[in-house]
């Protein structure tokens, strides 16, 4: 073996050579793996060898170009010089792949001869998630191997296929049983059959199905999913270079949109919230090497759609749920629904149907408590009272284990109130999942004054089991998310009444990047939540709504009239006299409110809220609450999250409109917060600050 660089090495085994990688963590394309490459294939040349079979150490093959590179000047050779090494080597080279072979990592297999994979493999070139395209030829090679449209949907979603649909689209020559050994067999047949060096820039074969009609059908089909966002749209124009030029001039174009996104503000603010969501799981003052306790069975009070939401997760990851409800009748309704989900997702494809059986007996329904008695974990998902979740606690700590885990799943309430009514408090903690629960990505962790470092690492390892991003945050009335959102609302609600329509406010926050705004939002979730006739007194501008009969999208009536059969929302004019009326009688006058006072007042009180959270150790680093905002509340990730956006526009500007509006208003959430002004004072970043 001969040792090349600090990561590669090459060794011979007969007339094949294995270069070999070793840089861990995920054996990301430093400038030293891609030296060691370079000089381990002209190596294996040099000294006789009939073979390349370049593979990796660890749990991954090359998982793409090293992102903390990025922006830096550039070192050693570039990965185009590897690749031509790879691609023009006068002897067969084969890339022997396992675990994920992403982006620039694909890129280096795509200039192999050919490529071999274990089952478990998967491909992928997610770019278009850090706002980038593939830059070095996988926008080109790629849609010669697998076809246009496949390649036009693995690089537009980012999402990676599993070796056998590799090898149905020809990515992958041969599915091995061991991959060392049958990277080896592969080589040698290679040498001893003469099989041809193949070279995927000289196929052209699969490029004729790229009509413009596909791409019109496929851009059309991508619209709604990819708004604002510039990186899926460059990378079909890519695709469509590689239809429609020559090689070397689609790999021109790719390199210049390439350089477009590399230099953008969207890519800047995905590469920063790639490592926020990562830096999210790992918790200062908890260890990493801190024991966890093994959670073999999960149970779930509650059926309704957050518990049976919350149930599906964890049948997803293989493990046992055993729900409890009430009554016969909610619990079959919950178990129904479950089904139906199941069944939606096998009748398109993303799961079989033989999953669905699998899944639904993972789940043990039931209608007593002290079923509980053998779960590893139970989630309260019930609705928010807190004298009713201090019964089922008490109730929990009677039933469950020693070392069983009591979780919550409040959206504002106070942990450490639901955790003194047990003889545990160390094992209770917050686990507020967001609706619908089985799709959305975020898990607000909250830790309790006394909830202990192992419940709190079990938690968080729990949560990326079941394919969750965690973040740990800390006691207070709406934790991060809704105590942000509730800011947001009441300027929202404030501003209607001095002259912005609803319909305004939701326009300049959907134009920003949001799914909806929160006029929307109010109709979708149903107006009446929590309201009651017989105590309402025409004191807010909900209240009268819903005295007057509208409850949201349910009857087709809220801050919108809804088609009843297209569901397509008009802004209602009654409503807006309503608002006017309301606003009469308490003296306050209307006026024109510009969009720009709309997004500053919705998401400058939001960045202020956020500076007085992590400045009371709420949140633990100032990119957790992007890391919020993004995966919980749908804040567009192409502007990096609300702290980030805040830094992008400077602090200092900021500061000056929240002392504006605190002058105006006098409204306590306007009151700068001290971190803020700290910051913007000193040049700090928001995204950097920490309590
Ligand atoms: C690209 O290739 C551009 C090219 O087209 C060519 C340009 C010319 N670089 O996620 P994990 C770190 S763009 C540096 O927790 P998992 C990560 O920060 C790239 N570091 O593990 C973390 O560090 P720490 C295209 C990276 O098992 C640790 O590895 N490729 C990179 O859940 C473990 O990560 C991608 O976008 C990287 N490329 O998931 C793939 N990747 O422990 C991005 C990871 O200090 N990576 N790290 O927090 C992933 O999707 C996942 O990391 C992966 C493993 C699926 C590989």
């Known amino acids: 073996m001969t040792t090349l660089t600090e990561s590669v090495s090459v060794e011979r085994d007969g007339d094949v050579a294995f270069v070999v990688i ?51 000047p550039p070192k050693g050779p570039s990965l185009q010089d590897v690749q031509a090494v790879m691609e023009d080597c006068p002897i067969p080279v084969i890339a022997a792949i396992h675990g994920t072979a992403l982006g620039g990592g694909l890129e280096i297999a795509l200039c192999a001869h050919y490529r071999v994979a274990v089952d478990s493999a998967k491909f992928g070139l997610p770019e278009v998630k850090l706002g980038l395209l593939p830059g070095a030829g996988g926008t080109q090679r790629l849609p010669r191997v697998v076809g246009v449209a496949k390649a036009l949907s693995m690089m537009t979603s980012g999402q990676p296929i599993g070796a056998q649909e590799a090898a149905e689209y020809g990515l992958v020559d041969e599915v091995v049983d061991t991959l060392r050994s049958g990277a080896l067999s592969f080589a040698d047949r290679a040498v001893s059959n003469g099989w041809p060096l193949s070279r995927i820039r000289d ?51 790719e390199r210049e949109l390439f350089m477009e996104l590399m230099t953008g503000p969207q890519s800047a603010a995905q590469r920063y919230y790639f490592f926020a969501e990562r830096a999210a799981n790992k918790v200062a003052d ?183 991003v965690a973040v740990l945050v800390g006691v207070c009335h709406g934790f991060v998310g809704n105590r942000m959102l509730f800011v947001r609302r009441l300027e929202a609600n404030q501003m209607v009444l001095e002259g912005a329509t609803p319909a305004q406010v939701d326009r300049v926050l959907y134009d920003f990047g949001f799914p909806m705004g929160p006029f929307a939002m109010s109709d979708l979730a149903g107006l009446d939540i929590g309201w009651k006739a017989e105590t309402s007194t025409s004191s807010s501008i909900r209240e009268l709504m819903c005295e007057s009969g509208r409850r949201g999208q349910k009857n087709g009536r809220g801050y919108y009239t809804y088609d009843a059969e297209t569901r397509a929302s008009t802004p209602d004019p009654e409503v807006e006299t309503l608002i006017r009326e309301f606003a009469q009688s308490q003296g306050i006058e ?97 995204q950097n600050a920490v309590p």
């Open 590 to 686: 209307q006026r024109e409110v510009s969009d720009q006072e709309v997004l500053e007042r919705l998401l400058y009180s939001m960045i202020n809220e956020g500076a007085a959270i992590l400045q009371e150790g709420i949140a633990a680093r100032g990119s957790d609450i992007d890391v919020v905002w993004v995966n919980g509340y749908g804040w567009p990730v192409y502007t990096g999250g609300p702290m980030y956006w805040a830094d992008s526009i400077g602090l200092d500007k900021v500061v000056e409109q929240i002392n504006h509006y605190y002058q105006n208003s006098g409204a306590s959430h306007w009151k700068l917060a001290p971190l803020l002004s700290r910051l913007a004072a000193s040049g700090e970043k928001l």
């Open 22 to 72: 070793d840089n861990p963590p995920v054996n990301a394309l430093s400038f030293h793996v891609r030296q060691g490459l370079l000089d381990g294939v002209n190596q294996a040349v040099g000294d006789g060898a009939k073979a390349v079979v370049v593979i990796c150490e660890g749990r991954t093959f090359i998982a793409g170009a090293d992102i903390t590179e990025f922006g830096s």
């Open 203 to 253: 196929r052209n074969e699969k490029l004729a199905e790229g009509t413009p009609e596909l791409f019109e059908s496929f851009r059309a089909g991508i619209a709604r999913k990819t708004r604002g966002f510039l990186a899926p749209e460059y990378n079909v124009q890519c695709v469509e270079a590689a239809v429609n030029l020559s090689f070397e001039d689609g790999l021109a174009r």
């Open 286 to 468: 908890v260890p990493r090497d801190t024991p966890k306790l093994s959670i073999e069975r999960v149970g779930v009070l509650g059926a309704g759609t957050m518990g049976g939401g919350i149930a599906m997760n964890f049948l997803n990851a293989g493990i046992p749920v055993t729900i409890v409800e009430r009554e016969q009748a909610a619990l079959d309704r919950g178990l129904a629904v479950i089904r139906k989900n199941y069944e939606r997702s096998a009748k398109r494809g993303s799961i079989s149907a033989a999953d669905v059986e699998t899944r639904m007996n993972l789940l043990t329904p039931s209608l007593d408590k002290n079923d509980f008695a053998d779960v590893d974990m139970v989630i309260e998902a019930v609705f928010e009272d807190m004298d009713l979740k201090k019964t089922l606690f008490a109730e929990f700590d009677a039933i469950c284990k020693p070392n069983c885990i009591l979780a919550s799943n409040t959206s504002a309430l106070d942990i450490n109130v639901i955790a003194s009514v047990t003889s545990r408090p160390q094992s209770v903690i917050g686990t507020h999942f967001f609706s619908p629960a089985n799709v959305m990505k975020l898990l607000e962790v909250v830790r309790g004054d006394e909830t202990s470092d192992t419940v709190i690492a079990t938690t968080m390892a729990l949560a990326k089991t079941i394919n969750k």
